[in-house]
C-alpha cells in the first residue's frame, strides 16, 4: 500500500500531462518549450547536485554496474539476435526492451520511494546507460545496414545536457572544491523544478502515440517489465557486496517503462508502431508492476 501511495502522484502527473497534450491544452510550441526547459536546465541541475553530493564510492562499485548491465546487454542482444533473424535487418526492438526511463520515471521513483541518498546509485546507471546502450545500438544498426557508423552523430546523441550534468557534478565531487552557498540554493530551486515537470513532459510525449497493442508490442513489455528486473534481482543477489538498498535501486531502474528516447533510433516505419506501442503499453503497465516488484523486495 505504501508503494501504491508513494508511486500513485507519480503517474497522475504523467497522466495530467497526457491529457495536457491529447486536450492540446498547451500548444505545440509551449510543449516544446517546456521539454527543452526541463532537458536542458532542470534535470542537469538534479543530476549537477545529486551527484556533487553523493559519497560516490558507494556509487561506482563494479558490483553494482555488472548487476545491472550484464542483464541489459543480455536482453539487448537477445531480443536484436531474434528479429534480426526473423526480419533479416536491424532494427531498435532489442533497445526498447533493454532502454529504461531511468531519468523521467527512475528518478521520481528512487527519491520518492528510497529517499534521495539513494540517487548515488541511480547516478552511477546513468553515467553509463545511454554511453552504453546508444553506442551499441548505432554500431548495430551501421553495421547490419551496411553503413559507416556516423561519429559525429553519435557524438551529438551523447553530448547532452544530462551527461554533462553528470560530469560536472562528478568533477566537482572529486575536486574537493567547496561552491558559494547561494549557488547551492540555485541548484536547489531548479532541481525542485526538475520532478514534476519531467513527468508532466512524459506524459506530453505519449500524447503522440496511439496506444495499439500488438503481439510485438506486448511481448517487448513483458521483457521489459518482467524479465529484465528478474535478472537484474537475481544477478545482484548473487554478486557478492550489494546490499538491500543498492538491490532494490537496480530492480526498480530495470523495471521502469521503456524510455521515449528509443524512437529517435527507430528506422524502418515497419518498427515505428510496435515501439510506440512499446514505450506506450509499458508506461501504462508499470503503474501496476512497479508496486509489485517494491512489494517482493520488501518482503
Not at 495536457?20 to 521539454?35: D, F, N, P, Y
Not at 548515488?120 to 544498426?141: E, G, N, P, R, T
Not at 534481482?233 to 557478492?240: E, T, V
Not at 538491490?247 to 516505419?269: H, I, K, W, Y
Request: hydrophobic residues 60%; contains cysteine.
Amino acid at each position: 500500500m505504501v508503494a501504491v501511495q508513494a508511486i500513485a502522484p507519480i503517474f497522475a502527473l504523467i497522466a495530467l500531462g497526457l491529457v495536457l497534450g491529447r486536450r492540446q491544452w498547451l500548444t505545440e510550441q509551449g510543449a516544446a518549450g517546456l521539454a527543452a526547459l526541463t532537458f536542458k536546465l532542470f534535470m542537469p541541475a538534479v543530476l549537477f547536485n545529486g551527484i556533487a553530493r553523493a559519497e560516490l564510492s558507494q556509487g561506482m562499485s563494479p558490483m553494482l554496474l555488472l548487476a545491472y548491465f550484464a542483464p541489459v546487454l543480455l536482453v539487448f542482444f537477445t531480443v536484436n539476435l531474434v528479429v534480426h533473424r526473423l526480419r533479416g535487418r536491424p532494427s531498435a526492438l532489442g533497445l526498447a526492451a533493454a532502454y529504461s526511463n531511468n531519468v523521467l520515471v527512475g528518478i521520481p521513483l528512487v527519491s520518492t520511494l528510497l529517499g534521495s541518498e539513494s540517487l548515488v546509485y541511480v547516478f552511477a546507471i546513468l553515467v553509463f546507460h545511454s554511453l552504453i546502450l546508444f553506442s551499441l545500438q548505432s554500431f548495430y544498426v551501421a553495421l547490419g545496414s551496411g553503413e559507416r557508423v556516423s561519429l559525429p552523430a553519435l557524438a551529438k546523441n551523447l553530448a547532452n545536457p544530462l551527461i554533462v550534468g553528470l560530469l560536472a557534478g562528478a568533477l566537482l565531487n572529486l575536486s574537493g572544491l567547496e561552491l558559494p552557498e547561494p549557488f547551492w540554493r540555485l541548484a536547489g530551486w531548479l532541481a525542485q523544478a526538475a520532478l514534476p515537470c519531467a513527468l508532466l513532459v512524459l506524459g506530453l510525449s505519449l500524447a503522440r502515440y496511439r496506444l495499439r497493442p500488438s503481439g510485438t508490442a506486448v511481448l517487448l513489455t513483458a521483457i521489459k517489465l518482467g524479465l529484465f528486473p528478474a535478472l537484474v534481482w537475481w544477478l545482484a543477489g548473487w554478486l557478492p557486496g550489494l546490499g538491500h538498498e543498492a538491490r532494490s535501486v537496480l530492480v526498480l531502474l530495470a523495471a521502469c517503462p521503456s524510455g521515449v528516447n528509443v524512437l529517435a533510433f527507430v528506422r524502418d516505419a515497419d518498427d515505428t508502431r510496435p515501439v510506440g506501442s512499446a514505450v506506450f503499453l509499458s508506461t501504462l503497465v508499470a503503474a501496476i508492476s512497479l508496486p509489485l516488484w517494491m512489494l517482493s523486495l520488501s518482503g
